[in-house]
C-alpha cells in the first residue's frame, strides 16, 4: 500500500522501531498532524495512550478536547482529556506551552507530538530571521527524551491527506489563521514565497539545513565538555575559539542555575572573556548577574 497513511505508519513504525520505548502516548491537539499521528499509533501499538490537554483559554475548548479524545478512543487508543490551568508570564502562547509539557510529561516511555517536516522548516526559518543561535537553526530533534516526533520527516500535506483517506475529521485551530502570530505569516506568507523563488522543495532543504547543523552542534558541544568546569577561571578559556569558548560558557551557566539563556545573553557574558574592557556585570534571566574579577567569572543573585 502506498499513500499518506502508509507513509505516516512507516514513519512511526522506523521511530518506534529505534527507540523500542516500554510505553507511548500520543498529545493530541485535535488538528491534522496528531490525529493522523494518533491513528497510525493505534494501528501500530496495542494499549497506547492518547492525552488532550485543555487549556481552558478559549470560550468551547472542553468540546474541541472531548471530540478529540473521543475520535482516539474510536481508532483504539487510551484517551483521557488534561485540563490546565494556563499563568505565568512571557506571553500567553508560551505560558499555554509551558502548561501543556507540563501536563503532558510521562512517568516512564515516550509521548509522542505531532510536528511535522513544516513545523521544523518554520523553526528553522524563524531561528534564522531573529537570530537566534545555532541550538534553535539546528531545529526539533525527532527524539528528545521523553519526547518523540515521528513525523518530522512527513509534510503538513501527507498528513491532512492521511487524515482525508481515513475519514477522519480534523479540528481548525483559528490561532492557524491568524496573520498576528508569526509563525501564521511564514507559514502562509514567506515559505510560499521561497518555495516560488527557489522552485520548489524548501521545507525539505530547511530540515536537512537542520538536520546537518545539528551533527556540528552535538560535535561542538561534546568537545566543549571537556572544558566543563574550566569556565570561570578566564585564562583556561580565553584562547579557545569562539563557538568552543561560547559552548563551555553556555554549559557552566546551565549548570550554575540560570534558565532560559538567549543568544544574545550568551554573547554578552562571552565578551568578558573575550572583549574585557573592564566593563560591569551582564544581567540574566531568573535574577542572576555574571562579574569578571581577578581573571575569573562569578554568577551571583542579583542583588
Ligand atoms: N492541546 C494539546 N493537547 C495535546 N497535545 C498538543 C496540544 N497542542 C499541541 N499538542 C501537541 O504538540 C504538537 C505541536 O503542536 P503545535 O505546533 O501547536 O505546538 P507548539 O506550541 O508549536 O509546540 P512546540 O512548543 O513543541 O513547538 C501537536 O502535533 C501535538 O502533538
Not at 539545513?209 to 568546569?229: M, P
Not at 578566564?234 to 563557538?243: G, Q, S, Y
Request: aromatic fraction near 4%; charged fraction near 25%; hydrophobic fraction near 45%.
Amino acid at each position: 500500500m502506498n499513500g499518506p497513511v502508509a507513509e505516516i505508519r512507516t514513519a512511526v513504525r522506523r521511530f518506534l522501531d529505534e527507540v523500542q520505548p516500554e510505553h507511548v502516548t500520543v498529545a493530541v491537539s485535535g488538528g491534522a498532524d496528531s490525529l493522523a499521528l494518533a491513528a497510525a499509533v493505534a494501528r501500530l501499538v496495542p494499549g497506547a495512550s492518547a492525552v488532550v490537554v485543555d487549556h481552558q483559554l478559549q470560550p468551547g475548548s472542553g468540546d474541541v478536547a472531548l471530540r478529540a479524545a473521543q475520535q482516539c478512543s474510536e481508532f483504539g487508543l487510551v484517551a483521557r482529556v488534561e485540563p490546565v490551568a494556563v499563568e505565568g508570564g512571557g506571553g500567553p502562547e508560551a505560558a499555554a506551552r509551558k502548561a501543556r509539557y507540563a501536563a503532558l510529561k510521562p512517568s516512564s516511555g515516550v509521548v509522542l507530538l505531532g510536528h511535522t517536516l513544516d513545523d521544523q522548516a518554520e523553526t528553522v526559518l524563524l531561528g534564522l530571521g531573529r537570530g537566534s543561535g545555532p541550538r534553535s537553526i539546528a531545529g526539533m530533534r525527532a527524539f528528545d527524551p521523553p519526547w518523540g516526533r515521528p513525523l518530522l520527516g512527513v509534510s503538513r500535506a501527507v498528513t491532512r491527506a492521511a487524515c482525508a483517506e481515513q475519514g477522519i475529521e480534523v479540528w481548525e485551530d483559528p490561532h492557524n489563521v491568524d496573520p498576528s502570530f508569526t509563525r501564521v505569516r511564514l507559514r502562509t506568507e514567506v515559505l510560499p514565497l521561497l518555495e516560488d523563488v527557489l522552485q520548489g522543495g524548501v521545507a525539505s532543504s530547511l530540515a536537512r539545513t537542520a538536520a546537518q547543523l545539528r551533527e556540528d552542534c552535538d560535535a561542538l558541544d561534546s568537545l566543549a565538555e571537556a572544558f566543563a568546569g574550566d569556565c570561570c577561571a578566564v585564562d583556561d578559556i580565553a584562547e579557545l575559539p569562539a563557538a568552543l569558548r561560547r559552548r563551555v560558557v553556555r554549559a557552566w551557566l546551565i549548570d550554575e542555575g540560570v534558565p532560559e539563556l538567549s543568544d544574545s545573553h550568551l554573547r554578552r557574558v562571552d565578551a568578558l572573556v573575550s572583549e574585557w574592557r573592564g566593563q560591569g556585570g551582564v544581567w540574566l534571566p531568573g535574577g542572576f548577574v555574571v562579574r569578571r574579577a581577578h581573571g575569573r567569572l562569578a554568577v551571583e543573585p542579583q542583588s
